[in-house]
């Protein structure tokens, strides 16, 4: 899933399968991150990191401690301890959230432990800043199980006012989120899930105009039946698509009720198996062929390889389908394959190609509607409204077969997220803060422009030492 | 020891059969070819619960060979369940109990439901219930004072089903490999 506002190539590494005859893009893009993955271990060692804490109070002298730390700071205390949700007013917690991994599943790198997985969640806690001015703090935890995961999390709550969870294996992400959102009383998100999903939705929404359909109408075929996908198809049933029509396919073909591994999955996937029990009506069985036929859209988050989907799967499908094929860094089919084989419209995890389906058009405006809210959770139902407001936001440079999404480079749309995320709050009595519109919408404008002013002042003030130049041995040979 | 029961909701309304979607009637020979492959999913089932129980090579003949002896035999109660309305004369799942005798204890005649399977979209909505009485009745009618279940240890969904209706643990079976 496209989930970076740097070119995927930079989070991802690329797939060691067999690589598409013409496909120079997935030999550029290897190479590409090979150089950008020597670049990037350089920068860690030079900068050591790539976030640090920043006093957001003027300190003149030892004096004014008296204030910001004992004695003064015990009323504060009190304060809070007569009425606790008084943190979101006094501290910090209004802004800070964490960001929990177990390492489980990171990146495409799988298993590699919480010390491993800590630079993707400074990356991650850089682009909340960057992007949502949101303080975003990396907590990658060692446990062995989803009980010792939640009770850890949720034994952290206290200082945060909301949870990013990143980074976790499926299934056992899906149960980790259900549990926690019900415990805690702070928002609860994992961007493998939602944050894919509703940009997932939002390009579709868009993708449906353009082609004249609607989504309680078409038939749709999601390839992959990951985190990603069952919350898409979850969204996609609460936009009013009938489970008829929809369509899963997974490594063992169409997911169907009576599929041989339907117990198994009772057991180990409930939520797998809700979706298999509900949807594909009429029962097709088969493979992926099967399933396109005649289908409106397939939106696939599977494999990267773009043998995946193949031109005969999109000529199966009703004229001018919509085909997303959103793995990273290799799509499951190229854009230019999808098109000549009739697709009307085509969408992408890379930015690289047009119409990039990215986490990080979602996530940072999410928590920055939430955190304004002081919101308790986020049902989908605010998930819905971000993906509705970003695909609204796409029109306003107009709405094109390559412009089905706004890019990274239009952040104008992103405050009007966080307003509508924080509009959607409010409505469902879930808002410890009830802003009208424009206060979320000016607010959130401050918060998010904020971050760039602080990055140009630290570097004019050359506290931010500039880039140093790329690896002059391996550059510059003598 | 094989056994139990997949899957079979976990609903606790009173059995209304008006509502049930599922008809139960007494096995026959012709439908052996529906139901090997449903005996068979459920002892798959019961493999995921413990090592112990992996599934032979050979269970496909095996499963074939006892559910034909036992669809005529006086002793086993064998019920088809098939789906109603579209689903009418679909063999969507079955039940296999036996009768026994117990030579220490009394009653002496225990009706021992060993294998319950209902495909994942006839579950719920009662039809556990529905089988389990059903199953019940027919044992009963063989002489049966007792009803008793076995299942993986481990098959919650199993357990919870039959505590709710009144069953307890009487006798456990542990095991480890020799």
């Given at each position: 899933?496209?989930?970076?506002?740097?070119?995927?190539?930079?989070?991802?590494?690329?797939?060691?399968?067999?690589?598409?005859?013409?496909?120079?893009?997935?030999?550029?893009?290897?190479?590409?991150?090979?150089?950008?993955?020597?670049?990037?271990?350089?920068?860690?060692?030079?900068?050591?990191?790539?976030?640090?804490?920043?006093?957001?109070?003027?300190?003149?002298?030892?004096?004014?401690?008296?204030?910001?730390?004992?004695?003064?700071?015990?009323?504060?205390?009190?304060?809070?301890?007569?009425?606790?949700?008084?943190?979101?007013?006094?501290?910090?917690?209004?802004?800070?959230?964490?960001?929990?991994?177990?390492?489980?599943?990171?990146?495409?790198?799988?298993?590699?432990?919480?010390?491993?997985?800590?630079?993707?969640?400074?990356?991650?806690?850089?682009?909340?800043?960057?992007?949502?001015?949101?303080?975003?703090?990396?907590?990658?935890?060692?446990?062995?199980?989803?009980?010792?995961?939640?009770?850890?999390?949720?034994?952290?709550?206290?200082?945060?006012?909301?949870?990013?969870?990143?980074?976790?294996?499926?299934?056992?992400?899906?149960?980790?989120?259900?549990?926690?959102?019900?415990?805690?009383?702070?928002?609860?998100?994992?961007?493998?899930?939602?944050?894919?999903?509703?940009?997932?939705?939002?390009?579709?929404?868009?993708?449906?105009?353009?082609?004249?359909?609607?989504?309680?109408?078409?038939?749709?075929?999601?390839?992959?039946?990951?985190?990603?996908?069952?919350?898409?198809?979850?969204?996609?049933?609460?936009?009013?698509?009938?489970?008829?029509?929809?369509?899963?396919?997974?490594?063992?073909?169409?997911?169907?009720?009576?599929?041989?591994?339907?117990?198994?999955?009772?057991?180990?996937?409930?939520?797998?198996?809700?979706?298999?029990?509900?949807?594909?009506?009429?029962?097709?069985?088969?493979?992926?062929?099967?399933?396109?036929?005649?289908?409106?859209?397939?939106?696939?988050?599977?494999?990267?390889?773009?043998?995946?989907?193949?031109?005969?799967?999109?000529?199966?499908?009703?004229?001018?389908?919509?085909?997303?094929?959103?793995?990273?860094?290799?799509?499951?089919?190229?854009?230019?394959?999808?098109?000549?084989?009739?697709?009307?419209?085509?969408?992408?995890?890379?930015?690289?190609?047009?119409?990039?389906?990215?986490?990080?058009?979602?996530?940072?405006?999410?928590?920055?509607?939430?955190?304004?809210?002081?919101?308790?959770?986020?049902?989908?139902?605010?998930?819905?409204?971000?993906?509705?407001?970003?695909?609204?936001?796409?029109?306003?440079?107009?709405?094109?077969?390559?412009?089905?999404?706004?890019?990274?480079?239009?952040?104008?749309?992103?405050?009007?997220?966080?307003?509508?995320?924080?509009?959607?709050?409010?409505?469902?009595?879930?808002?410890?803060?009830?802003?009208?519109?424009?206060?979320?919408?000016?607010?959130?404008?401050?918060?998010?422009?904020?971050?760039?002013?602080?990055?140009?002042?630290?570097?004019?003030?050359?506290?931010?030492?500039?880039?140093?130049?790329?690896?002059?041995?391996?550059?510059?040979?003598? | 020891?094989?056994?139990?029961?997949?899957?079979?909701?976990?609903?606790?309304?009173?059995?209304?059969?008006?509502?049930?979607?599922?008809?139960?009637?007494?096995?026959?020979?012709?439908?052996?070819?529906?139901?090997?492959?449903?005996?068979?999913?459920?002892?798959?089932?019961?493999?995921?619960?413990?090592?112990?129980?992996?599934?032979?090579?050979?269970?496909?003949?095996?499963?074939?060979?006892?559910l034909k002896s036992d669809i005529p035999n006086p002793k086993s109660v064998v019920l088809v369940a098939e789906g109603t309305g579209a689903d009418r004369d679909k063999v969507v799942g079955f039940v296999r109990a036996n009768v026994r005798e117990r030579p220490f204890y009394a009653p002496v005649d225990?009706?021992?439901?060993?294998?319950?399977?209902?495909?994942?979209?006839?579950?719920?909505?009662?039809?556990?219930?529905?089988?389990?009485?059903?199953?019940?009745?027919?044992?009963?009618?063989?002489?049966?004072?007792?009803?008793?279940?076995?299942?993986?240890?481990?098959?919650?969904?199993?357990?919870?089903?039959?505590?709710?209706?009144?069953?307890?643990?009487?006798?456990?079976?542990?095991?480890?490999?020799?």
């Open positions: 899933m496209a989930r970076s506002a740097v070119p995927p190539a930079a989070s991802h590494r690329p797939s060691r399968r067999k690589a598409a005859p013409a496909a120079p893009a997935a030999e550029r893009s290897e190479e590409q991150t090979d150089q950008l993955g020597e670049r990037s271990v350089e920068l860690s060692r030079y900068f050591g990191g790539k976030i640090e804490t920043v006093p957001k109070v003027p300190v003149s002298s030892l004096a004014d401690f008296a204030l910001w730390y004992t004695p003064g700071v015990a009323a504060v205390s009190r304060a809070i301890q007569a009425d606790p949700d008084r943190a979101f007013e006094l501290t910090g917690r209004w802004n800070t959230i964490a960001i929990v991994t177990d390492g489980s599943r990171v990146l495409g790198l799988g298993e590699i432990g919480p010390e491993a997985a800590l630079p993707v969640m400074e990356g991650k806690a850089l682009l909340f800043k960057v992007l949502g001015g949101v303080d975003a703090i990396p907590v990658p935890i060692r446990t062995r199980s989803p009980d010792e995961f939640i009770s850890t999390v949720e034994a952290m709550a206290p200082a945060f006012g909301g949870i990013n969870l990143e980074d976790i294996a499926s299934p056992k992400c899906f149960g980790i989120l259900e549990r926690l959102a019900k415990r805690l009383p702070i928002p609860v998100w994992h961007d493998d899930q939602l944050g894919t999903a509703a940009a997932t939705v939002a390009g579709l929404l868009n993708a449906l105009e353009l082609t004249h359909r609607s989504v309680r109408e078409v038939r749709t075929v999601l390839l992959g039946a990951g985190a990603a996908n069952l919350v898409t198809a979850r969204l996609l049933l609460a936009l009013g698509h009938s489970p008829q029509k929809l369509t899963l396919v997974d490594q063992k073909g169409i997911l169907h009720a009576e599929r041989d591994d339907l117990d198994e999955l009772e057991l180990r996937n409930p939520w797998k198996y809700r979706i298999a029990l509900t949807t594909n009506g009429g029962g097709r069985t088969g493979d992926l062929m099967a399933a396109v036929k005649g289908a409106d859209v397939l939106l696939a988050a599977s494999t990267p390889n773009p043998d995946t989907v193949r031109p005969e799967h999109v000529r199966a499908m009703a004229k001018g389908p919509i085909v997303f094929a959103l793995a990273n860094p290799v799509p499951e089919i190229w854009p230019e394959v999808a098109r000549s084989a009739g697709a009307a419209v085509v969408a992408t995890g890379r930015s690289d190609f047009p119409n990039q389906v990215n986490n990080s058009l979602i996530f940072p405006a999410v928590f920055r509607g939430v955190l304004d809210a002081r919101a308790r959770a986020i049902p989908d139902e605010v998930v819905l409204a971000a993906a509705k407001e970003l695909a609204r936001g796409a029109k306003r440079k107009g709405l094109t077969t390559e412009h089905l999404l706004p890019t990274m480079e239009e952040p104008e749309v992103f405050p009007e997220i966080a307003a509508a995320v924080g509009d959607t709050a409010v409505r469902l009595g879930i808002a410890r803060r009830k802003l009208s519109h424009d206060e979320f919408l000016e607010r959130a404008r401050t918060l998010m422009g904020r971050p760039a002013q602080l990055v140009r002042a630290l570097a004019r003030a050359r506290l931010t030492p500039p880039m140093p130049r790329a690896g002059p041995r391996r550059r510059r040979p003598r | 020891m094989s056994a139990n029961k997949g899957g079979a909701g976990r609903t606790s309304a009173p059995t209304d059969q008006s509502t049930v979607p599922i008809r139960l009637r007494p096995a026959k020979e012709s439908d052996l070819p529906a139901l090997v492959p449903l005996l068979l999913r459920l002892k798959r089932l019961n493999e995921e619960f413990d090592p112990l129980l992996k599934v032979r090579e050979d269970a496909e003949q095996q499963a074939r060979q006892i225990e009706g021992v439901i060993l294998d319950i399977y209902l495909l994942p979209l006839y579950r719920r909505r009662g039809v556990g219930e529905h089988v389990l009485a059903e199953t019940s009745a027919a044992l009963k009618a063989k002489g049966a004072g007792i009803v008793t279940a076995e299942f993986p240890a481990q098959n919650e969904i199993a357990s919870r089903f039959y505590t709710k209706r009144g069953f307890r643990p009487i006798i456990a079976i542990q095991a480890r490999s020799l």
